[in-house]
């Protein structure tokens, strides 16, 4: 059953390495993307770390800050 | 324009894990479609189950790039920088999926033609968009000017629009390789429901992959922008 999938009738090696060639993509272009996020995200992170009080209360006001500070654990998808 | 910014943000980081595994789900399903329940084709054999991975890549490829040459548009006449933002965030996936499209199509080419390649209308034409994805891209690399990096990459998506009518209609205006599109919205299909239905779930499979890139990208975008913004405290 399973050397009959893979065969595929003498197709299987062409089928099969698109499909993986596909996925491999898809997993290559996946981590790039999530690892220049998280770059981001965590330079994003120092620097609100360094900023004085003041600077934090001006930041703060603005609600995208709020959302990347709050929101940082559910988005490690 | 902070407001919008805002929202979107909040939409944006919300709905990467819904759309992640959505996405893994109707993966699942296709796969499952495509490599074991839909039917080998009578003249092909097995070797048909490319077209699976090869058609929704191509498709999607050719529509992400005339979405972002309209957004470049746009951006010209409404000088709206989230336009470019959009834009700026789809091309990585597109260009992936033009390289897939390329790729699966030149394995399928083997068994069916008997050759890797062929200068064929309908391949050069999508070696060309490959190329343009790519000339996008660098551009924004290379490019630090940000006046100079819109004009610049607006006129390569503008230009490469041009590309896409060809790419579609390649197979009527000359006598290549490929048959005449066999999935049609204005005339009838001719592609039997057994196949017609996993090569749908593909295509739904690789548009909420594109989705979820694209969102991941916009995320990543915004973050800078803020990070530009949090220097300027």
């Known amino acids: ?77 | 324009m902070n407001f919008i910014k805002n929202y979107q943000f909040s939409l944006v980081r919300k709905s990467q894990k819904i759309v992640l595994y959505l996405f893994l789900i109707v993966l699942m399903l296709g796969l499952f479609e495509a490599l074991i329940l839909s039917p080998e084709d009578y003249l092909q054999g097995d070797s048909v189950r490319i077209m699976y991975v090869h058609v929704p890549s191509a498709w999607i490829s050719l529509g992400i790039f005339s979405l972002i040459a309209t957004l470049s548009i746009m951006v010209i006449i409404f000088k709206n920088k989230v336009f470019f933002l959009i834009a700026k965030s789809l091309a990585p996936s597109g260009f992936v999926f033009s390289l897939v499209a390329l790729v699966t199509g030149s394995i399928w080419g083997k068994p069916t033609w008997g050759t890797w390649w062929a200068w064929d209308a309908r391949i050069t034409s999508m070696l060309i968009l490959c190329i343009f994805y790519l000339m996008y891209l660098l551009a924004w690399r290379i490019f630090e000017n940000k006046d100079y990096v819109t004009k610049i990459t607006s006129f390569i998506a503008i230009l490469g629009f041009i590309n896409i009518p060809i790419i579609k209609f390649s197979v009527d205006w000359w006598s290549t390789l490929h048959q005449p599109s066999s999935v049609n919205i204005f005339s009838k299909t001719t592609i039997h429901t057994t196949m017609l239905i996993p090569l749908g779930i593909m295509t739904a499979a690789f548009a909420l992959f594109s989705l979820l890139i694209f969102l991941m990208k916009y995320n990543t975008e915004l973050i800078k922008i803020k990070n530009k913004g949090l220097d300027r405290l």
């Open chain 1, 1 to 77: 059953m399973i050397s009959e999938f893979i065969y595929m009738n003498g197709y299987g090696y062409y089928v099969l390495s698109s499909f993986l060639f596909t996925l491999v993509c898809f997993l290559g272009l996946y981590i790039i993307t999530k690892s220049q996020l998280t770059k981001e995200q965590n330079k994003f992170n120092v620097k609100f770390g360094e900023l004085n009080s003041e600077q934090v209360k001006e930041a703060k006001k603005q609600k995208i800050y709020k959302e990347i500070i709050a929101t940082e654990i559910f988005s490690k998808i």
